[in-house]
């Protein structure tokens, strides 16, 4: 057989070549017995097909044929790329194709869930129709989710996931070039890292046991190990009960660690660089992707700077304070305050993107490393885009007797991570790292008001399937 075009591929340069296409049956529309119209789909890309009766055309059982078929089936076509009079609306492909051959390879149904066209809609489009008086279908969250495999199909979803994958991909292209090297820690674990009762339990043949909720020990005892630097790309597992637009139960987590030389700034240095080296890839290489967002969730690019912005823990604090709202020096930051403090650090330094650090002791996990010059503190960040959390990161206690007493004072039986522990008793390096989101970040940085639109098939408390 020849070998089909992909739609995106089609150009005025093929005009008059035969191709041969496989794709989505996004609208059929006909027009008469002699005539129909057929926008056929592969990814973000449509092209219009044009079905008509005559000499080496079509015949009237191919335009009746056509005029049955149910939308969203895949169907083949085979035809002539033309190009048309006027310029084409409803399709991206500047060209037609005049269709000779057609047929259907699966059948969808012919009550379909919902319409893409409905589900690809702005907000901005409701707003029109709701003025002028058109009555246009609004598809719900969990319509899309129950139905995902039909709702990835909207343009807005084929390049959040494109872009997904990206964001993936850099974060692997860039700390290999770093030196880091991959690895896949175990996820069946036997207790908790990062905080007792927000954790998946199960029976390991017979044993107690839970999903890993990170691979902070794991990638600790690997640099324990000697391997230097690390990092990986993985599934996180966590039982909160957190309703909100931005915790999932199960996402991927973004991490890394690395042996420190002198000081925790040069885990904010790899921070920096690869986020600032990602969001230039992301907008040098995704217009077509970013473009497709916008016009379903319109948003504005994100504003960076060529070097990140550092601010301490205190500097934030200070800026709040100012700002009129109240806040404990010494506690965590709640997401109202988060996301003024990104409001204010726009507004005085034009960045979206920056790093806190130097947070309370006292509001950070057991492993984190006090200041050496303030204990009160820790050499420990976050990192925000648009005022919300995408990292956090720190550098790790590395000797074992501190590690003990820190784990000691909050409040964890150390019996039962005494293997962890261990592994710091047979010659251990100073060491930091950082934990990112998958999903938060490709959210944030689009823009996107839900994690759950971020996350292939999305597990919250509600949502085990698909
Ligand atoms: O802040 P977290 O819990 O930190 C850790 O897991 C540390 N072990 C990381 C480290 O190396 N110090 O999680 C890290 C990141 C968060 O900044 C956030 O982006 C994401 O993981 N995250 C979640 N994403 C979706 N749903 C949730 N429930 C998330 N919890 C954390």
């Not at 199960?250 to 690869?274: K, P, Q, S, T, W």
């Not at 689009?446 to 919250?460: A, E, V, Y």
Request: neutral net charge; glycine residues 8%; contains cysteine.
């Amino acid at each position: 057989g020849r070998k089909r075009t992909k739609i995106w591929f089609l150009n005025s340069e093929l005009a008059g070549s035969t191709v041969l296409l496989r794709g989505y049956a996004q609208t059929i529309r006909p027009v008469s017995k002699k005539m129909a119209f057929l926008v056929v789909r592969n990814s973000m890309s449509t092209v219009q097909c044009i079905l008509t009766v005559g000499e080496d055309c079509g015949s009237p059982q191919m335009v009746k044929f056509a005029t049955g078929l149910s939308r969203e089936s895949i169907i083949d076509v085979e035809g002539v790329v033309s190009i048309p009079k006027d310029p084409i609306k409803g399709a991206t492909q500047q060209v037609e194709i005049q269709v000779r051959k057609l047929y259907c390879v699966n059948r969808a149904v012919p009550n379909l869930p919902f319409n893409l066209e409905d589900a690809a809609r702005s907000e901005r489009e409701f707003e029109k129709a709701e003025a002028t008086g058109e009555q246009l279908v609004r598809v719900g969250q969990d319509t899309r989710l129950n139905h995902r495999v039909l709702d990835l199909r909207t343009p807005a979803n084929q390049a959040t996931f494109r872009i997904q994958f990206y964001v993936q991909d850099m974060f692997r292209h860039f700390l290999r070039r770093e030196n880091f090297i991959g690895v896949c820690s175990p996820k069946l674990t036997a207790g908790s890292s990062e905080g007792g009762s927000a954790v998946f339990k199960l029976d390991y043949m017979g044993q107690p046991a839970c999903l890993a909720q990170s691979p902070q020990f794991y990638k600790q005892m690997v640099i324990c190990g000697g391997l230097g630097r690390v990092f990986e790309v993985g599934p996180v597992f966590r039982a909160e009960n957190s309703n909100t637009h931005r915790h999932l139960c199960e996402f991927v987590g973004l991490d890394a660690e690395m042996e420190i030389e002198e000081h925790y700034d040069e885990v904010m240095d790899v921070v920096d660089r690869l986020f600032v080296t990602m969001f230039d890839y992301l907008n040098e290489n995704c217009k077509k992707e970013l473009e497709a967002i916008d016009r379903q969730y319109p948003f504005e690019p994100l504003k960076y700077l060529r070097k990140t912005l550092r601010l301490t823990f205190k500097e934030g604090v200070e800026m709040l304070k100012e700002a009129g709202l109240e806040v404990d020096p010494f506690g965590d930051l709640n997401t109202e305050s988060e996301r003024k403090l990104g409001r204010l650090v726009f507004d005085k330094y034009g960045t979206e993107f920056y790093i806190l650090h130097r947070y309370p002791l006292a509001v950070r996990p057991f492993y984190t490393m006090p200041c050496p010059d303030d204990p009160a503190y820790s050499n420990s960040f976050d990192v925000f885009i648009r005022g919300e959390e995408i990292i956090s990161g720190a550098q790790r206690i590395h000797i074992p007797e501190l590690l003990t007493s820190r784990a000691e004072a909050c409040g964890i039986d150390v019996k039962t991570i005494s293997t962890y522990i261990d592994s710091f008793r047979c010659g251990a390096p100073p060491h930091g790292g950082f934990g990112a989101g998958l999903e938060r970040v490709v959210m944030l940085f689009c823009g996107l008001d839900n994690i759950r639109k971020t996350s292939l098939f999305p597990r919250d408390p509600h949502r085990l399937s698909p």
